[in-house]
């Protein structure tokens, strides 16, 4: 499985030979542009938690590029349907399986508006699982108990995918506890630093976790990830 940071929520990730992109909002993120081309991106479905701005802004760009298929809930894929963009339209506690994987989409304490104001529904997360790994991009949230449930519905999480920037979304502090609720010891952090609310002390937020004997990979624009699994 590769894993490349995009900037923001967004990130590619590369497995069973298929390619997936979450939330890119590159086009008008000042940390993405210019390291990240939007026209070059590979995908064959582009995961959306939520309607937000900085979560779907370059969604219909590469999805008219690759005639890749939009997984969201169903007010979001319908959205994009009428812009004769293909979809999957999920909502809060399905599963289906994919020929990537199953990938269930699941609560978030949020809101979620698409950009011209259409109602985008209730904002989600993923949860993926395949031969590869099981993993969970939580989109914006704040903590929620819902997360002891994962480990409960048999998920056993390599990495998981936490907003850590706090403000509009859960911060690292939170993010420490989520990851104690659904038993995960690697997260990836995202949702930081974009905006001058959201910019945190990276350095501090890894030592809480590591304190907490967990590990919080910062990941870099454009870099790969690196979780050894
Ligand atoms: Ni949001
Ligand atoms: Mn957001």
């Not at 590159?26 to 309607?51: F, M, P, Q, R």
Request: hydrophobic share 40%; glycine share 10%; net charge negative.
């Amino acid at each position: 499985m590769k894993i490349k940071f995009l900037g923001h929520s967004g990130f590619y990730i590369e497995t069973l030979g298929k390619h997936l992109i979450f939330d890119p909002f590159i086009t008008g993120n000042s940390l993405a542009e210019g390291i990240i081309d939007v026209k070059t991106l590979k995908a064959d479905y582009i995961l959306l938690t939520h309607g937000h701005g900085d979560h779907v802004a370059d969604a219909e760009t590469i999805a008219l590029e690759n005639k890749a298929t939009i997984i969201s809930n169903y007010e979001i894929v319908t959205w994009y349907g009428q812009k004769n963009i293909k979809g999957h339209g999920m909502n809060i506690g399905g599963k289906y399986s994919f020929d990537f994987g199953t990938v269930r989409y699941t609560t978030a304490i949020h809101s979620s508006v698409l950009p011209d104001g259409t109602y985008a529904g209730n904002p989600g997360g993923f949860i993926i699982q395949n031969e590869e790994a099981t993993f969970y991009h939580a989109g914006d949230t704040a903590l929620t108990l819902d997360m002891k449930l994962i480990p409960q519905l048999g998920y056993n999480l390599d990495f998981a995918i936490l907003p850590i920037g706090d403000n509009f979304t859960m911060g690292y502090e939170d993010a420490l506890i989520a990851a104690t609720y659904f038993e995960c010891d690697i997260i990836i952090g995202c949702h930081f630093n974009t905006f001058p609310p959201i910019t945190i002390d990276t350095h501090k937020a890894r030592e809480v976790f590591t304190k907490a004997g967990k590990k919080l990979l910062i990941p870099e624009v454009g870099k790969i990830v690196n979780v050894s699994l």
